[in-house]
């Protein structure tokens, strides 16, 4: 085995023995919560995102590391299974980021004012926000399922196939390749704009209290804050990875190698693997029983 293949192997390793455990500490201590108290509309959503988040990490760095080694596990239909449902983990992280900063936005309102109004139709709602949100994300990751093939398939290829090392998306032409990345940059930067706009009025929301000095209760602050931190994670690693798939679809030359398959997903890992760090330390509910299901583990 050669030295980048190995290194590629202990990075994605990596994040999988840190973001799982992690995330499965969040669920853990959420589902704890739940089992005692009924948990809040932000509650609800961070729940949700740990566990498209564990997802995302054990089936995509799982299969990564085990790939650098040059184990491949899966036929056709396995690959199309595989990252279709990783395409759609990595979608609802995002769009459920965004819901989770429209909502801590609404949270700072006033009583009695409209945004207060829209909050508490957000939080009565999220049931059938979270089923739009699945639906609609299922339904634009549906390109896996027409072109995913295994990588020992390889003699099928076309010129317009994307090596993503343990499977190949194999489209039939540039036109389907290039529709198929514009839906995919479109996707993540609707709510990478709505979810900047949120924070920017978050944060300008909370200097305006301290100046004013009221500065509300540490509890807010510091879930205000930890969604800020969330978003701007997600801001930085999504913005490579969506700057890196731009940058596959104008230079041919990169389809047939696994680089910047690898950089992409290496990136948008990243914030699944980060993001329950940051949850538990703006928590102090779900630190102290997160703690408990780490110590457990």
Same mark, same amino acid.
């Given at each position: 085995?050669?030295?980048?293949?190995?290194?590629?192997? /202990?990075?994605?390793?990596?994040?999988?023995?840190?973001? @799982?455990?992690?995330?499965?500490?969040?669920?853990?201590a959420f589902l704890s919560l739940a089992?005692?108290?009924? #948990?809040?509309?932000?509650?609800?959503?961070?729940?949700? +995102?740990?566990?498209?988040?564990?997802?995302? +990490?054990? @089936?995509?760095?799982?299969?990564? $590391?085990?790939?650098?080694? %040059?184990?491949?596990?899966?036929?056709?239909?396995?690959?199309?299974?595989?990252?279709?449902?990783?395409?759609?983990?990595?979608? +609802?992280?995002?769009?459920?980021?965004? @819901?989770?900063?429209?909502?801590?936005?609404? %949270?700072?309102?006033?009583?009695?004012?409209?945004?207060?109004?829209?909050?508490?139709?957000?939080?009565?709602? #999220?049931? $059938? !926000?979270?089923l739009a949100l699945w639906l609609i994300?299922?339904?634009?990751?549906?390109?896996?399922?027409?072109?995913?093939?295994?990588?020992?398939?390889?003699?099928? #290829?076309?010129?317009?196939?994307?090596?993503?090392?343990?499977?190949?998306?194999?489209?039939? =032409?540039?036109?389907?390749?290039?529709?198929?990345?514009?839906?995919?940059?479109?996707?993540? $930067?609707?709510?990478?704009?709505?979810?900047?706009?949120?924070? !920017?009025?978050?944060?300008?929301?909370?200097?305006?209290?301290?100046?004013?000095?009221?500065?509300?209760? /540490?509890?807010?602050?510091?879930?205000?804050?930890?969604?800020?931190?969330?978003?701007?994670?997600?801001?930085?690693?999504?913005?490579?990875?969506?700057? #890196?798939?731009?940058?596959?679809?104008?230079?041919?030359?990169?389809?047939? =190698?696994?680089?910047?398959?690898?950089?992409?997903?290496?990136?948008?890992?990243?914030?699944?693997? !980060?993001?329950? !760090?940051?949850?538990?330390?703006?928590?102090?509910?779900?630190?102290?029983?997160?703690?408990?299901?780490?110590?457990?583990?």
């Amino acid at each position: 085995m050669d030295a980048g293949a190995l290194t590629r192997g /202990l990075l994605f390793l990596s994040l999988a023995v840190t973001g @799982v455990p992690g995330n499965i500490a969040v669920i853990f201590a959420f589902l704890s919560l739940a089992y005692q108290e009924r #948990l809040s509309p932000a509650d609800a959503i961070v729940l949700h +995102l740990a566990i498209v988040n564990l997802a995302n +990490l054990a @089936v995509r760095c799982v299969l990564e $590391v085990l790939a650098s080694f %040059s184990v491949y596990v899966f036929d056709d239909i396995g690959c199309k299974a595989v990252i279709f449902l990783y395409r759609t983990s990595r979608s +609802l992280s995002i769009w459920l980021t965004f @819901v989770l900063s429209a909502y801590q936005c609404l %949270s700072v309102s006033p009583p009695g004012s409209r945004r207060a109004s829209a909050r508490a139709l957000l939080g009565r709602s #999220l049931c $059938v !926000v979270f089923l739009a949100l699945w639906l609609i994300n299922g339904s634009m990751s549906a390109a896996p399922l027409l072109f995913a093939i295994a990588a020992r398939n390889d003699s099928k #290829l076309s010129p317009n196939a994307i090596n993503v090392e343990f499977c190949f998306l194999n489209f039939p =032409s540039r036109l389907a390749r290039d529709a198929n990345g514009a839906a995919q940059v479109g996707r993540d $930067v609707v709510p990478m704009a709505l979810m900047a706009v949120a924070s !920017v009025l978050l944060l300008a929301f909370l200097r305006r209290r301290r100046a004013t000095a009221r500065s509300g209760s /540490l509890a807010e602050r510091r879930a205000a804050l930890g969604v800020i931190t969330l978003v701007s994670l997600y801001l930085l690693f999504y913005g490579v990875d969506n700057g #890196l798939w731009v940058y596959t679809l104008s230079v041919p030359q990169t389809l047939g =190698s696994s680089l910047i398959s690898d950089l992409r997903i290496f990136f948008s890992s990243l914030y699944a693997a !980060v993001s329950p !760090v940051v949850i538990i330390v703006s928590n102090t509910r779900v630190s102290r029983r997160a703690g408990d299901a780490l110590r457990r583990c």
